[in-house]
């Protein structure tokens, strides 16, 4: 009987504690329960012994179009295929799980007694044989689609565990090379670097690390509560004599001194309308007036009508002056 969770076909371990089947049942690899109680047993022993341990972080690139394009049957299809491509690239003391809960297209490889270089030979491994997988699977039109061109991107974390690691620590380093290797087009491999990859920080240390920073700020803070204090001592305090009240004043009062021309014309106009007395002399001849009709009728009428109102105009005041005296 081989080991749970190996390379081997594995039998169907369960949770010690609770009594959970421990095997995904689509690739029979490890679940997540189960590789989270088989995986800290294999760091703890490797600690103990000073062995090199190596944690590979596999993730198909592009996974979400074989579901969308094809179902979710063909998308099972490729996830089963590449769980079985893993199992025949590793050895059987290896630990082996699928990511992500159900419906995960990522998997743990834990490599025993492993340094760098033999671990990026077991994932250029995965990787080729990989891009050589061709399934075929029923699509969602009724027919039967061969599923090929399926690339990984991994990730690979290899080092000797000290005694303060956990298993995040390694899964931390992996999965940061992973997101690398998908930014380089995909289809990659990348090693994690522990002077590039982020690790965990203390609290305490990034309060620490936020101070200088912070401090950088301060001339900048002082300089803005310097100009609001200026501004709202020229706003309280100026004196009268330099605000722009005065001004606004003599704009708005500068039209009012335009309305005496106004007047002036209108004591014009009325002046002018009753000045004119040289019509009189012609009043007391009836005749010459009647006379005057006839050529009227040649020239432009306009000057008949302009005399008349006159005539009349005086005749009415010097009746009522007249009366009045």
């Given at each position: 009987m081989t080991a749970p969770g190996s390379s081997a076909d594995p039998v169907d371990p369960a949770c010690h504690s609770c009594g959970h089947a421990a095997t995904d049942r689509l690739t029979g690899l490890l679940d997540r329960w189960g590789w989270d109680e088989r995986a800290p047993a294999e760091l703890a022993q490797a600690a103990a012994a000073r062995d090199s341990l190596a944690l590979l972080v596999i993730d198909i690139d592009r996974f979400k179009q074989f579901n969308d394009r094809f179902g979710h049957i063909a998308g099972d299809a490729v996830i089963k295929a590449v769980a079985d491509t893993v199992r025949r690239s590793t050895r059987e003391s290896d630990v082996l799980g699928r990511y992500g809960g159900h419906g995960g297209d990522e998997f743990l490889v834990l490599l025993r007694q492993t340094d760098a270089a033999e671990a990026l030979s077991v994932a250029h491994r995965i990787r080729t044989g990989v891009r050589e997988i061709a399934v075929d699977a029923p699509s969602t039109d009724g027919g039967i689609i061969?599923?090929?061109?399926v690339t990984t991107s991994i990730g690979v974390c290899a080092k000797v565990p000290r005694p303060e690691d956990d298993l995040t620590t390694y899964v931390v380093a992996a999965d940061a090379a992973l997101q690398v290797a998908k930014q380089a087009g995909r289809d990659r491999i990348r090693l994690a670097d522990e002077s590039r990859t982020p690790l965990p920080v203390p609290l305490g240390r990034h309060r620490a690390a936020a101070r200088p920073a912070a401090r950088r700020f301060v001339p900048v803070l002082v300089g803005l509560g310097s100009a609001l204090a200026a501004f709202a001592y020229i706003v309280v305090f100026a004196p009268p004599g330099e605000r722009e009240e005065p001004?606004?004043?003599?704009?708005?009062?500068?039209?009012?001194a335009t309305a005496a021309p106004a007047t002036e014309t209108t004591i014009i106009v009325v002046t002018t309308v009753i000045a004119p007395p040289p019509a009189p002399p012609q009043r007391p001849d009836p005749k010459p007036a009647t006379a005057k009709k006839k050529p009227t009728s040649k020239p432009a009428p306009t000057t008949t009508t302009e005399q008349k109102p006159l005539v009349?105009?005086?005749q009415i005041m010097r009746q009522v002056v007249g009366r009045i005296c």
């Open positions: 061969r599923l090929d061109r001004a606004m004043a003599a704009a708005q009062l500068a039209p009012i009349d105009v005086c």
